[in-house]
């Protein structure tokens, strides 16, 4: 079983920055990977971006060139740096850590990111 704890967002105009942060408790070392989903009302959650133990990433095309996904597996610890934020970016936002040999789904407790002018 693993926990997680997000932390970093808030209300920020267009063009500016936030960083995430998503920090793994439990029984870390069965995570594959992590990562964020975010939820907007109406629409389906979508992937973000995602990172694997051996630093391998991924994005959605959306945020490609605006957001940077890393990560310490001696911190037990990832992060999403956000840049360029727009409107349309506004969604809460769920970490989680893929785990174990039955590959479940972790999710963090949601932090909510709004981009408004």
């Known amino acids: 079983q693993v926990q997680l704890v997000e932390s970093g967002g808030g209300l920020v105009q267009p063009g500016g920055s936030l960083r995430l942060s998503c920090a793994a408790s439990?029984?870390?070392?069965?995570?594959?990977?992590m990562g964020w989903y975010r939820q907007t009302p109406g629409k389906q959650r979508e992937l973000v971006a995602d990172?694997?133990?051996?630093?391998?990433?991924n994005y959605a095309d959306s945020v490609k060139g605006r957001f940077t996904i890393s990560g310490d597996n001696a911190k037990n610890m990832v992060w999403l740096q956000m840049n360029s934020l727009k409107p349309e970016d506004t969604a809460v936002y769920y970490c989680?850590?893929?785990?174990?040999?039955?590959?479940?789904?972790?999710w963090g407790q949601g932090t909510q990111v709004t981009v408004s002018s």
């Open positions: 989680y850590a893929r785990s174990g040999r039955d590959y479940t789904m972790n």
């Open positions: 990172i694997t133990r051996g630093g391998n990433t």
């Open positions: 439990g029984n870390i070392f069965t995570i594959y990977n």
